[in-house]
Each structure stands twice: as structure tokens, then as C-alpha cells.
């Protein structure tokens, strides 16, 4: 069965930088721990997506268009991937603007600067340059992919739009009504219910109810802290 766009699916895969061989990223624990670069830290598990909503980058997204579950390999450029290095994201800093914050920049140091991640790239003369490109930028990646299936169930795919904005969420479907179990903004609400129904054809009514063991753990807190 082929799969196309808005087919959500499981996959894993395995990140490499083209021209070194480097894993950059990779979902098997086995994989990991035969590379030697496991980290405890991390969990590791396959991937659920959402083909067409670049919850990937690019190359791969457009990609698994077309093809069949399976095992792949696919060489993607840095147009497809992480883009091409931008000069004008190395911005220059006087190491003195680190000073009230603590922090002793040097090379390699990762950064985030109000709200972006940057890479110090060097620290000389007082002067600090730090790099807001994306540190696989200009790279050509190669990607080894196994798409395990096609979800079907409204449950699952739920569950994959859900953890794009936080993982945990809960929520109950009946009568093709979809009960999120969380107050977000009105404006976030409206976007969600709409690409919720629009991906998720199933769904009719979209909810939004606070689930009533977390208010509760709400308030006891702000109690606490009065």
C-alpha cells in the first residue's frame, strides 16, 4: 500500500552526515549501542509522522510520498535538509555581555540567545562570534529509513498530533467527538480543532475540557505557595 500525503505512519531511522559517516540521530537502541554512542538519557523508540505536515525535514518528508512500507535509503541535500549556511546568522558579541550572566563562552559552547540556539565558533580580543546556523547546515545527510506501518486508527493518530505540542496529553473519543483533556489558548484551540478534523476526517467535533485531576494538582500548588 502505497503511502501519500496526510497518511500518518511509524518509522525508523537512522541519521548520517554524508560525507563522515557521523550518526547524527537514529530511534533503535540496539543501533545505538552497536555504534557506541547510546545515551542513557535518551529514549529511544520509533517515530510516528504525519506525512506532509514536515514533521521531518524536507528531503524525507516529500520522499516517502508514493512508496510502499519498507526498508530505504536516500541521500538528501542541504536544500532538502538543514539548508545551506547563512552568513548573516554568525552575529559578533563582546565576551563582556556574558559577564552578568555567568557564562564563559568558548568553542563549540552551545548557546540560547533569546530563544535561539547558536555555536560559539571563537573567542578572541574580547570579541565573541556565535553561529545561528542550524550545526548540520550545508551538509549533504544520508538517511536510512524502515517504515514499519500505516496508522489507521483515530487514536493513533491523534496521539501523534497531541505529542507534537506536549506528549502525555490525554483525551477520549466518542461518537466522533474528540475530548482533549486541556485548556489551551482560544486561538491554539481553534488552529488544532481545525487541523485535527481537517487530518483526521473521523473527527467531527473537536473539545477542549481540563482534565479534573490536574486542575486540582493546579490549585494545590498555588495554595502551597501562598
Known amino acids: 500500500m502505497q503511502m501519500k500525503k496526510h497518511d500518518f505512519v511509524e518509522l525508523d531511522f537512522v541519521g548520517k552526515i554524508k560525507d563522515t559517516g557521523e550518526i547524527f540521530d537514529l530511534t533503535e537502541e540496539k543501533t545505538a ?6 545515551n542513557p538519557k535518551f529514549s529511544y523508540k520509533p517515530v510516528m509522522i504525519c506525512i506532509g505536515e514536515r ?8 520522499f516517502l510520498e508514493g512508496k510502499d512500507v519498507g526498508d530505504y ?3 538528501i541535500s542541504p536544500e532538502n535538509a538543514f539548508g545551506k549556511r547563512d552568513p548573516k546568522l554568525m552575529r559578533l558579541i563582546p565576551a563582556s555581555a556574558f559577564n552578568d550572566k555567568q557564562i564563559r563562552p568558548f568553542p563549540g559552547l552551545r548557546l540560547n540567545l533569546d530563544g535561539i540556539l547558536g555555536t560559539v565558533r571563537s573567542v578572541s580580543g574580547g570579541r565573541v562570534i556565535i553561529d545561528f546556523n542550524h550545526p548540520l547546515a550545508s551538509k549533504e545527510v544520508v538517511y536510512e529509513v524502515k517504515v514499519k506501518k500505516i496508522l489507521t486508527k483515530p487514536e493513533e493518530k491523534i496521539q501523534v498530533i497531541l505529542d507534537m505540542l506536549n506528549p502525555g496529553i490525554k483525551f477520549d473519543i466518542k461518537d466522533n467527538k474528540l475530548t482533549i483533556k486541556i485548556k489551551f489558548p482560544e ?3 481553534e488552529s488544532l480543532s481545525k487541523k485535527i478534523k481537517e487530518l483526521i476526517p473521523e473527527i467531527k467535533e473537536v473539545d477542549f475540557k481540563e482534565d479534573a485531576k490536574e486542575s486540582q494538582k ?9
Do not use: A, P, R, W
Not at 218 to 226: D, L
Open 73 to 75: 535509503t536516500i541521500e
Open 187 to 189: 486561538q491554539l484551540q
Open 218 to 226: 493546579s490549585s494545590k500548588g498555588k495554595s502551597e505557595k501562598v
Open 33 to 38: 549501542k552497536d555504534k557506541n554512542i547510546f
Open 55 to 62: 514533521h521531518l525535514i524536507k528531503g524525507l518528508d516529500e
